[in-house]
């Protein structure tokens, strides 16, 4: 069922502007710039007045977020969220931002992300981070020196060990999703390669070489989400959400149950339940790639195969743009943009395939229509928490 009757409101909510601001190499702009830049772009898009924004949803800047964010935007808002779940945040406060709008909460709300993650390193800004902090419960964890990257490559052994999952099947994943990224101009790798590029790549953590994993840019976007009753004032046409869910599973390697399992299997479950529809009626996937195992396993868990069978599943250009569940149809954080938190930019992809408006990268329906339904799926952490929504034209 749609998100506005859980929330118990018969408002629905709109996805009416979507943007993104300059991407890959960019050296001369701060993160505040970017937030600004993405923003002005999507309330654009939208066509609708920045009076009507009343809500504002921001992670990963400054000390108060939102509010030193809404402040540099010249807003004022009387609903925020600043919700940090990693890469999940922007598909949560999707869902947050589409409840308090349903519910008479706020009107307009603003989800707004900025990151100068490449350029900060190329200045010698910041460094490379090996672990996220070693209080609570990470202390158990840090002295053993395994990174973000050992996590995930680890979750990656575990399903080869159990499914007999390929590196090649994985290496198939960053193959198509640079195809993909061929067809859009604004993406910072576009070059093809082939699976025994991916495989014959330097090692970074086993199973993965350097294709394996997500590429670091600069970049932001920005979504505005309205009440239906704005949309008549609007000028694009509106992508309306369908049905949201958020779950978290761990923080430590030791209490996450299943290492081939990620809490999409839940957020999931709930987004298309509450959708009222079924992964096999979804004609475009955007899924959080922060590394290919990411990919294979989020489609798994979403309903796309049956669990194991991830690896056969991506084969044979499936993914591609005109394959069977065109996924990451960018190029996804491997090819595209990956600048710190992507799953803001997962849901600018979704509208725009929605929307009609992504170029030589458009996806079609078998009958050369545009794509009715579309799912945003983040993940956060080390599968540590996921965000999924689910878009429709109707």
């Not at 504002?56 to 509010?67: D, F």
């Not at 808002?77 to 308090?100: F, I, K, L, N």
């Not at 840019?217 to 046409?237: I, K, T």
């Not at 709930?270 to 294979?296: H, K, S």
């Amino acid at each position: 069922m749609p998100a506005a009757t859980r929330s118990g409101s018969a408002r629905k909510v709109a996805v009416v502007g979507v943007a993104l601001s300059d991407c890959g190499r960019v050296d001369d702009a701060t993160p505040y710039a970017l937030h600004a830049q993405a923003a002005r772009r999507a309330l654009a898009d939208s066509g609708l007045d920045r009076d009507v924004i009343d809500g504002i949803a921001s992670a990963g800047l400054g000390t108060l977020a939102p509010v030193e964010v809404a402040e540099y935007l010249g807003l004022r808002p009387r609903w925020v969220d600043s919700t940090s779940v990693g890469g999940a945040t922007w598909e949560v406060m999707a869902a947050h931002a589409t409840d308090a709008i349903a519910a008479g909460h706020a009107n307009a709300v603003l989800l707004v992300y900025g990151s100068t993650a490449r350029a900060d390193i190329k200045a010698r800004r910041r460094t490379s981070n090996l672990s996220f902090g070693a209080r609570g419960p990470l202390q158990f964890e840090v002295p053993y020196g395994h990174s973000l990257i050992a996590k995930y490559a680890m979750a990656a052994r575990r399903h080869m060990h159990e499914y007999g999952t390929t590196l090649e099947q994985l290496a198939s994943v960053a193959v198509q999703a640079r195809t993909n990224a061929a067809a859009n101009p604004d993406a910072m790798f576009r070059d093809p390669i082939t699976v025994d590029d991916v495989l014959d790549g330097p090692m970074i953590a086993d199973p993965f070489t350097k294709l394996h994993c997500c590429i670091r840019s600069d970049g932001g976007a920005a979504v505005l989400l309205v009440a239906e009753e704005y949309v008549r004032d609007c000028a694009s046409e509106p992508v309306w959400v369908l049905g949201a869910g958020e779950y978290v599973s761990h923080t430590t390697m030791s209490e996450w149950d299943d290492f081939t399992v990620s809490p999409a299997a839940v957020s999931g479950r709930l987004a298309f339940e509450r959708a009222g529809i079924t992964p096999g009626e979804i004609d475009v996937a955007e899924i959080y790639d922060a590394f290919t195992y990411m990919t294979l396993v989020t489609l798994e868990d979403l309903g796309f195969c049956e669990k194991g069978e991830g690896g056969p599943f991506v084969e044979k250009g499936r993914l591609l743009r005109d394959g069977g569940l065109p996924t990451n149809t960018d190029g996804g954080g491997l090819s595209a943009q990956h600048p710190g938190m992507r799953g803001l930019f997962l849901l600018v992809e979704a509208v725009r395939q929605l929307r009609g408006q992504a170029g030589d990268g458009q996806v079609r329906r078998p009958d050369g229509s545009l794509p009715e339904l579309a799912v945003a799926s983040g993940t956060g952490g080390w599968f540590c928490s996921s965000g999924t929504v689910v878009l429709g034209r109707r």
